[in-house]
C-alpha cells in the first residue's frame, strides 16, 4: 500500500499524461468494433433464370435472411464481419458459410453484391460504387463475352472491357435525359473489331444501370442483362 501511494505522489504527471494517451487508443477499438459491419446491396446474373437463393449474413439470434433478386436490387443490407475482414452467407440450416467473402475497410459502405451461378454454387463480384464513382446515367457493364468489348455511347471514345473484366460507360454530361445510339463490337481472334449490336439506349441522370453482356445460350447474339438503381 505504501508503495502504491508513493507512486501515486511521486509521478502523477506520468499516469495523466498515460490516461490522455490511452484514451484515444480506446476509442479507437470502440470505433473499430464498430466499424466491423458492412453495408451492402444485391442482385444476380442467371441466364436459365433459376429460383432465386436466400442467404442468412450475420449471427446469433441476429441474422438476416436475404433473397437475391435477379431483375432488381435489393438493400441495403447490414451484417457483421467475422475477424473484422469476412462477410460470411449461410444457406439453410447449415453452420458452415455456403460463401465467405473479404470486405476491406473502404469496402463497407455502397457496396454492391453481384451473385453469377455457377454449377450449385456462385461466384460473387463485389462493386464498390459510391455515388461519385458511378455517377447518374453511368452503366457499370461487365463482360462475360469470351472476346474483349468495345462500347461507343454517342461521341465519347469507346469504352474497351477485356474477357472478365468490367468497366464504367459515363454517362453523357448535364441533367437532362437523352437518348443516345450505341455501338458495341468484339475483337475477333484475328484481332479485328466486329460490330456485334446497334443499340438506343437511354441516359437518365437519376438512375445508374448494372449490365452484364454475354452471348445469349439461345440466339447465340449478344444480349445484355441490366438492372436499375436510382441515385441515392
Not at 87 to 100: C, H, T, V, Y
Not at 115 to 134: A, G, M, N, W
Request: aromatic share 8%; proline share 8%; charged share 25%.
Amino acid at each position: 500500500m505504501s508503495f502504491l501511494s508513493c507512486s501515486i505522489r511521486v509521478v502523477p504527471s506520468v499516469l495523466v499524461a498515460a490516461f490522455v494517451s490511452a484514451t484515444p487508443i480506446m476509442a479507437q477499438d470502440d470505433s473499430a468494433r464498430k466499424a466491423a459491419k458492412v453495408e451492402f446491396r444485391v442482385t444476380r446474373f442467371d441466364p436459365e433464370d433459376r429460383k432465386s437463393p436466400v442467404f442468412r449474413v450475420g449471427s446469433g439470434d441476429r441474422q438476416t435472411e436475404i433473397e437475391v433478386p435477379l431483375t432488381f436490387i435489393a438493400g441495403p443490407f447490414e451484417a457483421s464481419l467475422r475477424d473484422e475482414t469476412m462477410l460470411d452467407l449461410f444457406q439453410g440450416a447449415a453452420d458452415k458459410p455456403a460463401i465467405s467473402l473479404e470486405i476491406a475497410p473502404a469496402e463497407r459502405k455502397h457496396l454492391l453484391l453481384v451473385f453469377f451461378q455457377q454449377d450449385e454454387t456462385y461466384r460473387v463480384l463485389k462493386v464498390h460504387s459510391p455515388p461519385e464513382r458511378i455517377k447518374g446515367g453511368d452503366r457499370f457493364i461487365i463482360n462475360a463475352t469470351s472476346n474483349e468489348m468495345a462500347i461507343k455511347l454517342g461521341a465519347a471514345e469507346p469504352l474497351l472491357i477485356p474477357v472478365g473484366k468490367s468497366g464504367v460507360l459515363a454517362g453523357p454530361p448535364g441533367g437532362g435525359i437523352v437518348s443516345l445510339p450505341v455501338l458495341v463490337s468484339l475483337k475477333q481472334e484475328d484481332d479485328q473489331w466486329k460490330l456485334a449490336s446497334t443499340e438506343q439506349w437511354p441516359c437518365d441522370p437519376r438512375f445508374r444501370k448494372y449490365l452484364v453482356a454475354y452471348i445469349s445460350p439461345r440466339s447465340r447474339h449478344l444480349v445484355f442483362h441490366g438492372v436499375s438503381e436510382r441515385m441515392p
